[in-house]
């Protein structure tokens, strides 16, 4: 993204801080506090580990401009934990020891993925609670509906989809940027006009063109709301 920054606007350089979250609802309910009996699976919970998926960094580290992305609420099944209630990302809990998975079995129960309703509530919920403490400009990613391998023409046995659970993700974004006027990074347009096959790697995952693209996309989108103009960077 500097690169385009840098060509475009000489003199400027994006510093990113990269935050790390599970989903929406989870980082709503965040304490910055983490639960007892996590601290010491720092190394099983890695890359999320607990202080990560209990931060609160969002929402009280100062920013120029805030960039999301709704992949994670899309994407992402989460436990809830028996007793306190507080919700848990095991990443890779496949390959965890025996011991660990009876663990999890033990004080958890998985709760599986956001409906796109409950999800759009909690994302507006994060929405509302940057707003609270800036009025710097807020970003979102979409995500690409084309989902390599899935080819379907007849809806009636397939009723979500994951690439109509990602349009309607989408349509849900849509809807929150009329209400709140956050911007959207419209991956799914970038990607149907560049050709998925072509700037595709996975469902997730571009290609080095079609990162490019997104962040040139980032830094336009920065550009019209005046950003490189009004801040120091």
């Not at 601290?39 to 120029?64: I, K, M, N, V, W």
């Not at 079609?210 to 960077?233: I, K, P, Y």
């Amino acid at each position: 993204m500097n690169e385009i920054v840098r060509a475009r606007f000489p003199g400027c350089t994006l510093r990113i801080r990269h935050e790390l979250h599970t989903r929406s609802d989870a980082l709503l309910a965040a304490t910055g506090v983490t639960p007892e009996g996590l601290e010491g699976r720092r190394a099983l919970l890695e890359p999320y580990a607990a202080e990560t998926q209990f931060s609160r960094a969002l929402f009280e580290t100062g920013a120029d401009a805030y960039v999301l992305s709704i992949q994670a609420d899309v994407m992402t099944a989460l436990f809830r934990h028996h007793r306190d209630g507080y919700l848990l990302y095991p990443a890779n809990r496949e390959s965890w020891p025996a011991a660990e998975r009876a663990w999890l079995q033990n004080n958890f129960s998985p709760i599986g993925m956001l409906d796109v309703e409950s999800a759009m509530r909690a994302f507006e919920g994060v929405i509302e609670r940057i707003r609270t403490v800036s009025d710097a400009p807020i970003l979102v990613y979409n995500v690409s509906s084309v989902v390599p391998g899935e080819s379907i023409r007849n809806y009636a046995e397939f009723p979500e989809s994951l690439s109509v659970r990602i349009r309607r993700f989408n349509l849900g974004l849509i809807e929150i940027s009329q209400r709140t006027g956050i911007s959207i990074v419209d991956v799914d347009t970038i990607v149907a006009r560049a050709g998925a096959d072509r700037i595709k790697i996975d469902t997730l995952h571009l290609t080095p063109e079609g990162c490019r693209l997104v962040a040139n996309e980032v830094v336009e989108t920065l550009e019209q709301l005046d950003f490189f103009a009004s801040t120091a960077v």
